[in-house]
């Protein structure tokens, strides 16, 4: 029974910072790429940051490089999503999502096996 359960969506203003969580269960991750992904009403389904539980390699969307960092707590088995400067064009359902096997630099949501339920992120402006 895999598992992702996103938190600590909600509402911010421009400029503001959030920590989105992403709780990881079930089985063994190390040899997955994790991802964050968006979706805002109207559009299609975006990748925004991704991760490599062995080698910590990470890599983003051109549009929130420099303002988010995707990193891991390995003892809490949890990925975050650290976001900062908040525009209003953020405001998206962020979903967490993990690969079966290591896939370096995996940014379509194909790529992608084990998916969160999704957290409400609204950037008010």
């Known amino acids: 029974q895999v598992q992702l359960v996103e938190s600590g969506g909600g509402l911010v203003q421009a400029g503001g910072s959030l920590r989105l969580s992403c709780a990881a269960s079930?089985?063994?991750?190390?040899?997955?790429?994790m991802g964050w992904f968006r979706q805002a009403p109207g559009k299609e389904r975006e990748f925004v940051a991704g991760h490599t539980w062995s080698g910590s390699i990470t890599y983003y969307a051109d549009s929130v490089k420099g303002r988010f960092t995707i990193s891991r707590d390995n003892a809490k088995n949890t990925v975050y999503l650290q976001m900062n400067s908040l525009k209003a064009e953020d405001t998206a359902v962020y979903y967490c999502?993990?690969?079966?096997?290591?896939?370096?630099?995996?940014?379509?949501?194909?790529?992608?096996?084990?998916w969160g339920q999704g957290t409400q992120v609204t950037v008010a402006s």
């Open positions: 999502a993990a690969t079966t096997v290591l896939r370096i630099g995996a940014r379509r949501e194909e790529e992608f096996d084990y």
């Open positions: 079930g089985r063994t991750f190390v040899s997955s790429t």
